[in-house]
């Protein structure tokens, strides 16, 4: 066997260089899908921002209900990691082979309060629930989103569900049952912590933090779903979002860890 070596003549190396040099940054560049529980908005658009600086890939955030994510998923919506407002969501997928087997985590423990966007409306025992004079009571669907379904378990241990059922604003989301509030179309309701929570403290209004013995832990796992296995991008920002930078963030919304 033999082998034959050629000399480019000088002047073609370096359109050949320039080529590589201007597709180099690109090569290594990937995108990652990503679903989104609703409540987690925030954080995840300040850690995909980072994310995409630190590392160059590009990420696309898709938010909405836990359930309904999942229902996306299982008709084979095309995501690559799923962050999920729960723990038992991701457990379903992993029984159901959906994900890459090992790769799920819990990245951040949920708080449910009650908030009203007046301020001085609320105070921090929720005695407004059992007085009951407010006319709307904004909650996020609980079949489909966690902290509606923690909503549901508060006031029923405050054993307040039946008088306070009739007052119900459903929102299809937690992102749905804040602006209900937000708008003035509920006086108060249950929202995640992190949608009203800013450098420390709520932001805006008045907030009585549920305590949690009155509901379920709300401990937010996430995956990487089946599809994401040989996607780079996705296999980097799970490990992103164990890190340092993104655990930052998170605890400054007013999660756990």
């Known amino acids: 066997m033999s082998?034959?070596?050629?000399r480019l003549p000088a002047l073609a190396v370096f359109p050949v260089l320039a080529v590589l040099a201007t597709l180099s940054p690109t090569v290594h560049a990937d995108e990652v899908q990503v679903a989104v529980a609703a409540n987690f908005t925030a954080?995840?658009?300040?850690i995909a921002a980072e994310f995409e600086q630190d590392s160059g890939h590009k990420v696309t955030?898709?938010?909405g209900a836990t359930g309904g994510l999942y229902t996306q998923i299982s008709n084979g919506a095309p995501f690559d990691v799923f962050l999920s407002a729960d723990d038992s969501t991701p457990i379903k997928l992993e029984k159901e082979g959906a994900i890459v087997p090992g790769s799920r985590f819990t990245y951040a423990i949920g708080t449910l309060v009650l908030w009203s966007a007046k301020e001085g409306y609320l105070d921090d025992k929720g005695e407004?629930?059992?007085?009951?004079?407010?006319q709307h009571l904004s909650i996020a669907n609980p079949k489909t989103a966690p902290y509606g379904t923690a909503a549901i378990q508060a006031l029923t241990k405050l054993g307040l569900l039946e008088s306070?059922?009739?007052k119900f604003v459903q929102g299809e989301n937690i992102t749905q049952a804040y602006q209900?509030?937000?708008?003035g179309n509920a006086e108060l309701g249950f929202v995640a912590l992190s949608q009203v929570y800013k450098d420390g403290k709520v932001s805006s209004g008045s907030a009585w933090i549920v305590p949690g013995e009155l509901y379920e832990s709300i401990r937010q796992d996430a995956v990487l779903l089946g599809k994401g296995g040989n996607n780079p991008a996705a296999r980097a920002l799970v490990d992103y979002l164990k890190g340092p930078k993104a655990a930052a963030i998170i605890?400054?919304?007013?999660?756990?860890?």
């Open 128 to 134: 407004v629930l059992k007085k009951g004079d407010f």
């Open 3 to 6: 082998f034959r070596f050629y």
């Open 180 to 183: 209900f509030i937000s708008t």
């Open 43 to 46: 954080p995840m658009k300040a």
């Open 164 to 166: 306070l059922q009739a």
């Open 251 to 257: 605890k400054s919304y007013g999660y756990g860890l």
């Open 61 to 63: 955030a898709s938010f």
